[in-house]
Every structure is written in structure tokens, then in C-alpha cells.
């Protein structure tokens, strides 16, 4: 009991020094602002707010299309939604989007935005206020954003191709994450957002049938978990919860869904296995508070993401296609 104890108090040590290191070095971009559209569009953080909870009441499976779409957006080319183009060739019309949803929301918001404040709000900024808007729909913390993200004015389909399916190993992860400016940390907490939404069967297919053929999954999965989901996922366009335990809110069960072997993404349930990610794991299983104040300045550093020619960057008039 005392060991445990003992066990407990230096991980939450090592934990809160590792925070402290992460906000040191997620000083703020140049010209990203807490006040940026305070003269210019005074309502706009109160307009995206209406919208999304308009359409979350709607359809509740929104808010977390949105926080995907965010990070897939600050994913490539950081946060300028190049995501949002719509032509051949966009990272929208690539494999690795096919899953994404939520842009009718982002049109939807952007089109009101146009009649309040014409030509001052981008489409980047919206992005990064709707996922924390979902965030708090779902019961998960509000964090402060800054904002004056410009708009890109390209978009390639290829440069997808380093977004994680959920099929990469966990160097391959670290790496992209750091590639991104982004610590072992954020990989850990931003993998949280997995505590909400849902996955196409599609995407875990793969697992299901390699414990089929080889009577031994690509790792530990619980069995009952595992005849839960090959009973639901009698197709590859069904949808199955990513978090199996307490799929609308946003807690801490992601993680203790890990201890439990109940990961749905070969991805998740390797955060439990790997050396350099399951301390972090066993912090936030055990210790629920921590989860949510974590997971806003981890979700600020990946909001904060931007690419070197951003001043290029413009502010769209429609967020699908780049002005005239
Ligand atoms: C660590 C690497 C990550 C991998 C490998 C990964 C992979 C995936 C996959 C495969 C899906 C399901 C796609 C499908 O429908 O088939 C998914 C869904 C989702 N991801 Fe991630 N993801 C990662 C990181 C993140 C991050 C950083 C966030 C946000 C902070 C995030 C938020 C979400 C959300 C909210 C959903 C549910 C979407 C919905 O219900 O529409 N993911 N992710
Ligand atoms: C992990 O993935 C990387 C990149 O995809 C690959 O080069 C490496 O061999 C993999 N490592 C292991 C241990 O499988």
C-alpha cells in the first residue's frame, strides 16, 4: 500500500514537471492574439458557440467530427484549414479524409460570420473554436484561444499521407507528433479526444480478423470486447464507439478503458503497452482531475501550429475554396 503510494506521488511529480516543461515551450506564435477580433468581430467566439450547440442538439455525433476535423486540419500545413478545400487533388478529397465530417457546420458558421462581420473571421479560426466548443458540449473543459490564424491557399491531397490511421507503431507516432512541435505528452493526452466520437468499422476491421485467422489479436483485447465488436461490425461503413465505457462524456475512461484492454485503435491500446507511454497512461487512469486541465493546453499547443509561409495566409469569404 505504501509503495503504492509512494509510486503514485513521483509519477504525478514527474507529470506535473512535464506539464510545466510543455506550456514553457508552447509560448505563443507571433501574431496570434486573445483579443484579435475584439474590435473587429466582438460576437464572434459567442456566434460559434450558438451554432455549434445549434447543431449539436441536432445531432449530438457533430461536436467530435469537429475536434477531428481541427486536429486533422493543424495535422497538414498547421492550422490554416487547408482541410476545408474542396477540389480535386485537396487534402479533403484524400483517403485519409474520407471519415471526416462536420464541414456543412463549418460552411453553416462561416455563412453567418459573413453577414456580421464580412471578410474578418477565418475559416482556421473557426475550426480551432468549434473543437473547443464541442469539447464543452460533451462535458470537457474550456480553455482560452488565441486567434488570428490566416487562411492557406493550397492544399494537397499527398501531404495526408503522414496523418495516423491507426495502424503506426509508436515511434511512428512520437515522431509525427514531434515533427509537429508536439511532446510525448501531448501524443498521450490529444489521444484523450479518443474518450468521445466514434470509429467506421472499417478502421478496425483489420484487428478483428487477424484474431480470427491467428486466435491471437495484435495484442491483449478483452475477449468479451472483442465479441462485442465483431457482433456489431457486421459491416465496414458500420460505426463503432471509441470509448466502449462512457462514449458522450468527456472523462478519463479512455484510459482506464486501456487498463482494461479495451482500446478500439490498435494505436490507443499501444499507449498501454509501450514503456515510454503507459506512465502517462497510469496517470491519467487514476487520477481523473488531471485529465481535463492536460488536455486544454495540450489541445492550445496543437490549435497553436503554424507553418512557416502562413503570411501568404488569407481571410476566405467561403471556407471550401480560396478567393477569387
Ligand atoms: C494519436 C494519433 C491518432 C490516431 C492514430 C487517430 C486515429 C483515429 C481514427 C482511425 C479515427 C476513426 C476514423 C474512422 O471513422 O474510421 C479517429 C477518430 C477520432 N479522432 Fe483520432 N487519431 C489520433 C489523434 C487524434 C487527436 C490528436 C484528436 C484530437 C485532439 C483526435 C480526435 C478524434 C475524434 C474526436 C474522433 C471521432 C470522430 C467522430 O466521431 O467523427 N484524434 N481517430
Ligand atoms: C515503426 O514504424 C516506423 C515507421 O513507420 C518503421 O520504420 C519502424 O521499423 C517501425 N518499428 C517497429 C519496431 O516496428
Known amino acids: 500500500m505504501k509503495a503504492k503510494t509512494a509510486l503514485n506521488s513521483s509519477a504525478s511529480f514527474l507529470f506535473v514537471v512535464t506539464v510545466v516543461l510543455g506550456m514553457v515551450s508552447a509560448a505563443s506564435p507571433q501574431n496570434l492574439d486573445y483579443g484579435y477580433y ?18 449539436f442538439h441536432k445531432d449530438a455525433t457533430f461536436a467530435a467530427s469537429l475536434i477531428r476535423l481541427h486536429f486533422h486540419d493543424c495535422a497538414v500545413r498547421g492550422c490554416d484549414a487547408s482541410i476545408l478545400l474542396d477540389y480535386p487533388g485537396s487534402e479533403r478529397r484524400a483517403d485519409a479524409s474520407k471519415t ?15 453577414k456580421k462581420c464580412p471578410r474578418t473571421v477565418s475559416c482556421a479560426d473557426i475550426l480551432t473554436a468549434a473543437a473547443r466548443d464541442a469539447t464543452v458540449l460533451h462535458k470537457g473543459p474550456f480553455w482560452a ?3 488570428g490564424r490566416k487562411d492557406g491557399r493550397e492544399s494537397n ?6 496523418v495516423p490511421t491507426g495502424h503506426e507503431n509508436i515511434t511512428h507516432l512520437i515522431e509525427f507528433f514531434q515533427s509537429k512541435g508536439l511532446s510525448l505528452l501531448d501524443l498521450v493526452i490529444l489521444s484523450g479526444a479518443h474518450t468521445i466520437g466514434r470509429s467506421t468499422c472499417d478502421t478496425v476491421q483489420d484487428r478483428l480478423q487477424n484474431y480470427k485467422e491467428s486466435g491471437q489479436a495484435d495484442q491483449a483485447i478483452d475477449p468479451k470486447y472483442l465479441n462485442y465488436l465483431k457482433r456489431k461490425c457486421i459491416s465496414a461503413s ?37 514503456p515510454r507511454t503507459l506512465p502517462l497512461v497510469t496517470s491519467f487512469a487514476t487520477q481523473p482531475s488531471i485529465f481535463p486541465y492536460t488536455f486544454s493546453v495540450s489541445m492550445v499547443r496543437l490549435s497553436n501550429i503554424l507553418q512557416d509561409e502562413d503570411g501568404d495566409g488569407e481571410v476566405r469569404i ?7
Not at 100 to 114: C, S
Not at 157 to 162: G, L, N
Open 38 to 55: 475584439h474590435h473587429s468581430c466582438e460576437d464572434f467566439e459567442a456566434i460559434v458557440s450558438r451554432k455549434v450547440t445549434q447543431w
Open 145 to 147: 484561444n488565441q486567434y
Open 318 to 324: 467561403q471556407c471550401h475554396s480560396i478567393n477569387p
Open 157 to 162: 491531397a499527398h501531404e495526408t499521407d503522414v
Open 100 to 114: 471526416l465530417r462536420g464541414f456543412e457546420v463549418i460552411d453553416d458558421i462561416k455563412a453567418e460570420l459573413e
Open 238 to 274: 458500420e460505426y463503432v464507439d471509441l470509448d466502449a465505457t462512457t462514449p458522450n462524456t468527456f472523462d478519463n475512461a479512455y484510459y482506464t478503458n486501456l487498463q482494461k484492454n479495451m482500446g478500439l485503435l490498435y494505436t490507443d491500446q499501444l499507449l498501454q503497452s509501450d
